[in-house]
């Protein structure tokens, strides 16, 4: 089963910048979609960005559309998050999800592997 590993997290000011990056253990990656997810404390694990195999389709939630920009670098089996424009309300622990499939998917159980997480706070 693919193994995934998130770094870039930290602390920031609102307004300011992070680059999530997420290595997968796998030769297969390009057989995957992958997602980011969020889960801040006391509420619920939810999607934040998706991107299908080759990484031509993406999807945001509303939330971070326009802020948030998810990629991928198949020959690296690397995942990336940047985030800019960071608000106080982005504060959670960020995962990233591999998903066997090559298209882009939006929901937490359509996902076959995660990541340990990374925190991200960001301060007003």
């Known amino acids: 089963q693919v193994q995934l590993q998130e770094s870039g997290g930290g602390m920031v000011q609102a307004g300011g910048s992070l680059r999530l990056s997420c290595a997968a253990s796998?030769?297969?990656?390009?057989?995957?979609?992958m997602g980011w997810f969020r889960q801040a404390p006391g509420k619920e694990r939810e999607f934040v960005a998706t991107?299908?195999?080759?990484?031509?389709?993406?999807n945001y939630a509303d939330s971070v559309k326009g802020r948030f920009t998810i990629s991928r670098d198949n020959a690296e089996s690397t995942v990336y998050l940047q985030m800019d424009s960071l608000k106080p309300e982005d504060t959670a622990v960020y995962y990233c999800?591999?998903?066997?499939?090559?298209?882009?998917?939006?929901?937490?159980?359509?996902?076959?592997?995660w990541g340990q997480g990374t925190q991200v706070t960001v301060s007003s």
């Open positions: 999800a591999a998903s066997y499939s090559t298209s882009a998917r939006a929901r937490a159980y359509e996902y076959d592997a």
């Open positions: 991107i299908n195999w080759s990484g031509d389709t993406t």
């Open positions: 796998t030769r297969t990656f390009r057989r995957y979609a």
